[in-house]
Nanobody, 120 residues
Framework: VQLQASGGGLVQAGGSLRLSCAAS????????MNWYRQAPAQQRELVAG???????NYADAVKGRFTISRDNAKNTVDLQMNSLKPEDTAVYYC???????????????WGQGTLVTVSS
């Protein structure tokens, strides 16, 4: 099982970016899918999460600006980021609670991270 994230880049403050993450491999099902971020010298923090039923939660810092969505048929999760601020600069990681065909229980998997840089 692998998670592949894409969509990071450099954007000016006030701009938008869309991150995408695709889970691949022999997957039975995926429960929660999340986006985390880690800024330099800071701990990794949860940005947004979405359940298989579409229930979402967001960090206070991104509420109203970021939108998480998923496609259960394609095993993908996206993060639409609008009104970006310099403090949103970080490496963004996707994360998912996955039941692989080779296992009997769910485990969390991580993508490789994609850098988002917001210039002022």
């Amino acid at each position: 099982v692998q998670l592949q994230a894409s969509g990071g880049g450099l954007v000016q403050a006030g701009g938008s970016l869309r991150l995408s993450c695709a889970a691949s491999g022999s997957i039975v099902s995926i429960r929660t899918m999340n986006w985390y971020r880690q800024a330099p010298a800071q701990q990794r923090e949860l940005v947004a999460g979405i359940t298989v039923f579409g229930d979402t939660n967001y960090a206070d810092a991104v509420k109203g600006r970021f939108t998480i969505s998923r496609d259960n048929a394609k095993n993908t999760v996206d993060l639409q980021m609008n009104s970006l601020k310099p403090e949103d600069t970080a490496v963004y990681y996707c994360n998912a609670d996955i039941l692989p065909m080779s296992a009997r229980r769910y485990s969390y998997y991580w993508g490789q991270g994609t850098l988002v840089t917001v210039s002022s």
